[in-house]
């Protein structure tokens, strides 16, 4: 998802190729017509599988392979059947441009058991494989399966209906490698369905059902959905090994509506169903990165919930009153919810979430009257936590939205609002200038302040009058906060600073009795905004 903040969300695991035309089929370009002897097209060759120490079909010894510009390979699916098949045992070399991917048929040799492998990569080649179904449908991929880094593995069985082999590569950067099929052990079929076309001719999985599923490798089980979702939930259990499951639902064209990983317990996965649109609907069952594994799947009910205290919507957001600035609420988000609010007019504001309960990970938006999104933040407070300015919405934010990363897996945490005025000395900030600095009191020493400045903003502080020394610290920085402390005269000038306590970025800063007046100032060093504590305190001695 595209941010408007410099914060970029995070790839949380590498995702399954085990997937449909929808989610595959993106990174493979349209090909080129049958490839023809010289004029840019790929070059390939075929000969016994032999070991890089030997090979009679004439790649070089311990390198990269060497094609064969005579063997013909198909750049589009519909010009296979006229290019040579693949042959169990046979080896293929082939060199694909940027862009360039190509298409097989695998000869009946092969047998209804088969196994792809891509290997002898040269340099930095990183190979993709996917299967094709008798439709043109993708019905298995893989990326980095393969036995040799970067290279990839397909296991084909019978009821994959397989059709075709696309061979390319990662991002179509091109590059040097081989290609094999060799002959692998038949194993019994599955006993659910392995592709969505399988599921339609299917029934659909039955409220309170258990389905106990053993999936081979890159292997995807799929089931049709009752109609009526209602508050319905998928759910695995009793995962056996290293099994790390992930449940999606997808539409009839394999686009998947909704997704979780592991929203049950441990590696298990639990994915609500209420709210989705209208179907057909499936539930497309792998595991990540499509290793095998073996566990249970539930059709359940879920029990009915309270509604929640605040708005879900921005329409409710219009109907309730602005949160309050210096507020703190408690947030409860169930999966795939979001709560929306509406901010106080005409204030500059600091929007942070902060005490992130189980692995919470928040995405906060600011959005115009209208609903559009102005601003999205992820990570920006630090960790999973985020992290907004209104004042970097040039004035237009409006209104809230709270939500979790993919909304997958709900979350609990406090929202905390900050008013800031460090520019403009409004009540409730902290004064930017000396001369705001005089219309306030002086902070209560041994009382800690909390201060939240915006990138290129200061924070200055009168110091008490009483005739005693002080010394000033900062603390709780937030990450990415550095502190300087200044002490200024009464005419602005530097008497004193200090940036780093030791290895800190804390800042402490000794102050005499004299002279009065004078004041704080504390900047944040570098670029960026900054969230700390400042306390005044008495020395020592």
Same mark, same amino acid.
């Not at 293929?92 to 088969?114: E, K, N, P």
């Not at 909390?450 to 020394?469: C, K």
């Given at each position: ?78 010009? %296979?059947?006229?290019?040579? +098949? @693949?042959?169990? &045992?046979?080896?293929?070399? $082939?060199? /694909?441009? =940027?862009? #360039?991917? *190509? !298409? ?94 399988? %599921?339609?001719?299917?029934? +659909? @999985?039955?409220? &309170?059902?258990?389905?106990? $599923?053993? /999936?081979? =490798?890159? #292997?995807? *089980? !799929? ?112 999966? =795939?919810?979001?709560?929306? !609010? ?200």
């Amino acid at each position: 998802m595209a941010r408007n903040t410099g914060t970029a969300l995070r790839g949380r695991r590498a995702g399954l190729l085990l997937a449909t035309a929808a989610t595959l089929a993106l990174a493979w370009p349209t090909g080129a017509a049958l490839a023809q002897r010289g004029g840019g097209q790929p070059q390939a060759e075929q000969g016994p599988s032999k070991r890089p120490g030997g090979n009679p079909g004439g790649g070089n010894q311990g390198g990269a392979c060497r094609p064969n510009p005579e063997l013909r390979i198909a750049l589009q699916a519909a010009d %296979a059947a006229s290019a040579p +098949p @693949l042959q169990p &045992g046979r080896a293929v070399c $082939l060199t /694909l441009r =940027r862009g #360039q991917s *190509a !298409f097989f048929r695998v000869a009946t040799d092969a047998g209804s058991h088969y196994t792809v492998t891509t290997r002898r990569l040269a340099g930095e080649t990183d190979t993709v494989l996917a299967l094709l179904n008798r439709a043109g449908r993708t019905v298995s991929g893989d990326d980095d399966g393969g036995r040799e880094p970067l290279s990839s593995m397909l296991e084909v069985g019978p009821e994959l209906e397989p059709g075709l082999v696309r061979v390319g590569t990662l991002q179509s950067q091109g590059g040097t490698f081989e290609v094999i099929v060799t002959r692998s052990a038949a194993v019994p079929p599955p006993d659910f369905p392995v592709t969505l076309d399988g %599921a339609r001719a299917g029934q +659909p @999985l039955a409220v &309170g059902e258990t389905r106990h $599923l053993r /999936l081979r =490798r890159q #292997q995807a *089980a !799929f089931f049709a959905l009752p109609e009526e979702l209602g508050s319905l939930a998928a759910t695995t259990t009793n995962l056996r090994g290293d099994t790390d499951t992930v449940l999606a639902v997808v539409d009839a064209d394999g686009r998947v509506l909704a997704e979780d990983d592991d929203g049950g317990e441990g590696f298990a996965s639990d994915l609500p169903l209420a709210g989705l649109a209208a179907g057909p609907l499936f539930l497309r069952v792998t595991t990540l990165d499509g290793s095998a594994g073996e566990f249970d799947l539930t059709l359940r009910q879920e029990a009915p919930q309270a509604a929640p205290d605040f708005p879900t919507s921005l329409s409710a957001a219009r109907e309730r009153p602005p949160l309050a600035a210096d507020s703190t609420t408690h947030l409860v988000l169930r999966r =795939r919810q979001a709560a929306f !609010f509406a901010l106080p007019p005409g204030q500059d504001l600091v929007v942070l979430t902060r005490n992130l309960r189980r692995q919470t990970d928040t995405v906060l938006a600011l959005l115009d009257a209208d609903g559009a999104v102005l601003l999205e933040d992820d990570d920006g407070g630090g960790g999973f936590a985020s992290r907004l300015a209104t004042r970097s919405a040039g004035g237009h934010a409006a209104f809230l939205r709270v939500q979790t990363l993919d909304g997958s897996g709900g979350g609990e945490f406090d929202l905390v609002l900050r008013s800031v005025g460090a520019r403009s000395g409004q009540s409730g900030g902290v004064a930017g200038t000396i001369e705001q600095a005089r219309q306030r009191p002086s902070p209560v020493v041994g009382e800690a302040v909390a201060v939240t400045l915006e990138a290129g903003e200061a924070g200055v502080f009168s110091l008490p009058y009483d005739g005693r020394p002080l010394v000033a610290m900062t603390f709780g920085l937030a990450q990415g906060t550095d502190t300087l402390l200044e002490l200024l005269d009464a005419d602005g000038g530097v008497l004193d600073t200090n940036d780093d306590i030791e290895t800190s970025l804390a800042s402490r800063l000794e102050i005499g009795a004299e002279p009065r007046p004078a004041f704080l100032r504390v900047r944040q060093v570098g670029n960026g905004p900054a969230d700390f504590q400042l306390v005044l305190i008495r020395p020592s001695r």
